[in-house]
């Protein structure tokens, strides 16, 4: 059905769809009262309801012109009084023959006395029926063009992800390729213990992270990584702050921390949102050593 959001007038197109339901009182409240916002300003529609409401009262009064009782009476006591048998045929029994050579002039035919109302009321329905049809099949119109608005939505969010997802498998495979690429398996602890991780690290390239099974965080938390690069008395170096999706997964292609061209040791820790922090006071939930020391 057309609608009137935010209390504006309705547009002439919608209105001139509603003139024969508004006349005949088939729309709601809200319809009616932008479709008469809309008659103020606009001559046009103020005159198909003239019309049309000109044919609904002649239409009611042609249904009510009725004859009158007494006629019916005489009519029906005529019909079924039975006349005596007359010997003789008397004038008014003669049947009158036309004759050669002469036409005989048709009776004439009985006029209505109403003679437009039966087809004023056939088109007043007509209007009625082709108003209903027209404001159902813009609901309809309508309705198709929200569905085909939500599948566009969806298809641009599936290609953000496609295009998201082949650019980290690019990532991955160009760190995986690099020379001086080596792995580092990490194992959950304390409160991850289910949780596993693997870290691919090139000086040259930068380094691919995974992790599964990672518990999701309460509000205000937040998972952060870390690499402590090798030597004696390195501090562990932040390199991103991350959550999981629902499942417990999440996957991130980062660069190396600027100084940093190894990692002895590759960890996870939680702390407070949204940034993180410079240095942990945390134990990881997830840690792995490298094979090359």
């Given at each position: 059905m057309p609608r009137n959001p935010g209390g504006l007038q309705m547009g002439h197109d919608d209105a001139t769809m509603l003139v024969a339901a508004y006349v005949v009182g088939a729309i709601d409240a809200d319809e009616r009262a932008s479709f008469e916002m809309h008659l103020l300003t606009c001559v046009s529609c103020r005159d198909e309801v003239a019309v049309m409401e000109r044919v609904t009262i002649g239409f009611v009064e042609a249904d009510a012109a009725a004859p009158p009782a007494a006629l019916r009476d005489r009519?029906?006591?005529n019909a079924t009084t039975v006349r005596p048998a007359r010997a003789k045929l008397c004038a008014a029994d003669v049947v009158s023959l036309p004759l050669p050579g002469r036409r005989r002039t048709p009776p004439p035919v009985p006029v209505s006395p109403h003679p437009g109302w039966l087809a004023l009321a056939a088109l007043l329905v007509a209007s009625v029926g082709l108003a209903v049809y027209a404001v159902s099949l813009r609901s309809q119109l309508d309705q198709a063009g929200r569905t085909i608005g939500q599948y566009a939505t969806r298809v641009d969010t599936l290609r953000d992800q496609l295009?998201?997802?082949?650019?980290?498998?690019?990532?991955l495979v160009n760190v995986l390729r690099a020379p001086d690429a080596?792995?580092?398996?990490?194992s959950g602890r304390d409160a991850a213990k289910a949780a596993t991780g693997r870290a691919y690290?090139?000086?040259s390239r930068g380094m691919v992270f995974e992790a599964e099974q990672m518990p999701i965080l309460p509000a205000g938390k937040i998972y952060q990584l870390w690499i402590v690069a090798a030597g004696q008395g390195t501090l562990p170096v932040s390199a991103g702050i991350f959550n999981v999706a629902a499942n417990g997964t999440f996957s991130m292609t980062v660069p190396l921390p600027a100084g940093t061209t190894s990692a002895r040791v590759v960890a996870v820790t939680i702390e407070d949102?949204?940034?993180g922090v410079a240095q942990?006071?945390?134990s990881p939930v997830l840690l792995g050593e490298s094979p090359k020391q």
């Open positions: 009519i029906l006591a295009a998201s997802e082949r650019l980290n498998a690019a990532r080596i792995k580092v398996d990490l690290i090139s000086a949102g949204p940034n942990s006071k945390n």
